[in-house]
């Protein structure tokens, strides 16, 4: 407002021809002031190709299996702008394989294959005014990604082409390193006339399935509290989460049988709640971890008590180089005893987090396919070389056991360790919108991984292989160097 009235003021100054000296100040704020209105504008993208090599990435594969190899592609416009008391922001994104739609015959290709989405639309309201002390009191409306600390149990799943996204409110706080965002969310499948019934299950012949976790699930509604502090030792946060699930009841008819879901009203609620920590124990050794609890009930509707605990350690050595061990423990249940419709379900399900970040890039855990319900210990080593100021090496060693008893099918106990993986990295910088990243994956399994109570592979290949090489373009449109 201030410029404004100055702006006017220059002006007058200029039509009564006062002097020179008033022309070009009177031209300079106008250039200044034109230049605000543009910064109020955002307009980036990304182009991402991935051309993988899988050998066994996910899962493990038949001996005779052949290999896979193919490129797919990430395509998304981000536009945002910020008004008076207000943000706006959309992204569009296209994610689809190379070829997956041969260009002469697209209007042909099934709509479960079309990877036009829209990843995120929402809005924000500055709830306080310019004069306010606090320093952010706002309202996030609509399609957004919600991701908090390490991201281990809510992430923007970045690693995935399609990343992960929940249509929800969020009320935001923050002020003197205080942070407190209240969100919810509540699910239709449509428009509809009577009831709230929704069923969070995709088609079977979509060919993808909700969540990442083998949840095949997704949540009708949803509400959360977090909390964190900023100390000058570190962070320390606080998650209150409730994901609730539509209730349902299997219906068996016909000869022979057939099972039927059949959604029915109420909700199974699971909570979790926990805190998460990243201190800095001396200069050069940082701590992070989280701890969880769930309980409640789990979508099927059994009761539900599990636990996370976390700790990893990072220690700089030298100038470029960082080296840290850690461990993962996520709670499961007893692979010996039987599982009942009124038996406790002992499984921890790291909610919307980012796997890829956590248990291995081959993503054998809580990633694309359930890997059994025991739980899972992961033990690694990680280290970090600066090679340059833009490229970067890292090197992650992992041992993962689970964490309750396998069964061996014959009513005794099989070895509860799984495997040892070994994960490569490159990430080199070729200008600031322009990155590449190459990795290479290899995992010597046991045979409890390929067991029927952990991947359930007959004849499995147990020295799979994965390699990457991902482009990352992301310009910035309005940027004119």
């Not at 002097?19 to 605000?36: A, E, M, R």
């Not at 002469?104 to 809005?123: D, M, P, R, S, Y």
């Not at 979508?299 to 960082?322: E, M």
Request: aromatic residues 12%; positive net charge.
């Amino acid at each position: 407002m201030q410029k404004s009235t100055t702006t006017i003021q220059k002006i007058k100054a200029l039509k009564e021809g006062r002097n020179l000296k008033s022309l070009v100040l009177g031209l300079t704020i106008t250039l200044v002031g034109c230049n605000t209105v543009n910064a109020q504008l955002t307009a980036t993208g990304q182009l991402r190709t991935r051309s993988e090599f899988r050998d066994g990435y996910s899962t493990l594969q038949a001996k005779d299996a052949e290999t896979a190899i193919f490129t797919s592609q990430r395509t998304r416009l981000n536009v945002g702008f910020t008004g008076y008391r207000f943000k706006f922001f959309v992204a569009i994104q296209d994610v689809r394989v190379w070829g997956q739609d041969a260009s002469t015959i697209n209007k042909t290709t099934t709509a479960e294959n079309n990877g036009v989405q829209l990843h995120e639309a929402w809005g924000e309201i500055m709830l306080n005014d310019t004069i306010s002390n606090i320093q952010n009191l706002s309202l996030k409306i609509g399609r957004q990604e919600i991701s908090y600390d390490d991201q281990k149990v809510i992430g923007g799943l970045d690693w995935l082409q399609q990343a992960r996204y929940h249509d929800a409110i969020v009320l935001k706080y923050f002020n003197k390193g205080w942070t407190a965002d209240f969100g919810v969310a509540f699910n239709q499948n449509k428009e509809q006339l009577v009831g709230t019934i929704y069923n969070g299950v995709p088609a079977a012949t979509s060919g993808y399935t909700a969540g990442t976790n083998g949840l095949g699930t997704n949540y009708k509604s949803l509400e959360y509290a977090y909390i964190a502090k900023k100390f000058f030792f570190g962070d320390i946060s606080f998650l209150f989460l409730s994901d609730n699930f539509n209730k349902y009841t299997n219906v068996t008819t016909g000869t022979p049988a057939v099972t039927t879901k059949v959604n029915e009203q109420g909700i199974w609620t699971r909570n979790t709640t926990g805190f998460y920590y990243n201190v800095n124990a001396t200069r050069k050794l940082k701590l992070e971890g989280s701890v969880y609890h769930q309980f409640g009930h789990d979508k099927n509707g059994r009761s539900l008590s599990s636990n996370l605990a976390s700790i990893t350690t990072t220690l700089q050595v030298g100038r470029k180089l960082f080296v840290g061990p850690g461990v993962d423990y996520l709670s499961g249940n007893d692979g010996t005893e039987a599982v009942t419709a009124t038996s406790t379900n002992n499984q921890f399900d790291p909610l919307y987090g980012t796997p890829h970040k956590f248990w291995g890039t081959m993503d054998y855990f809580y990633a694309p396919s359930g890997f059994g319900a025991q739980g899972l210990l992961n033990y690694f080593l990680k280290a970090k070389y600066n090679l340059k100021d833009n490229l970067t090496l890292f090197a992650d060693l992992h041992g993962f056991e689970s964490a309750n008893s396998l069964s061996n099918g014959a009513g005794g106990k099989q070895t509860s360790y799984l495997g040892t993986e070994l994960d490569l990295k490159m990430n080199y910088s070729l200008t600031k919108m322009v990155n590449i990243e190459a990795g290479y994956s290899v995992m010597k399994a046991t045979n409890s991984m390929a067991s029927a109570q952990v991947k359930n592979v007959a004849n499995a290949n147990l020295t799979p292989q994965w390699a990457y090489i991902m482009v990352n373009i992301k310009p910035n449109f309005l940027n004119k160097k």
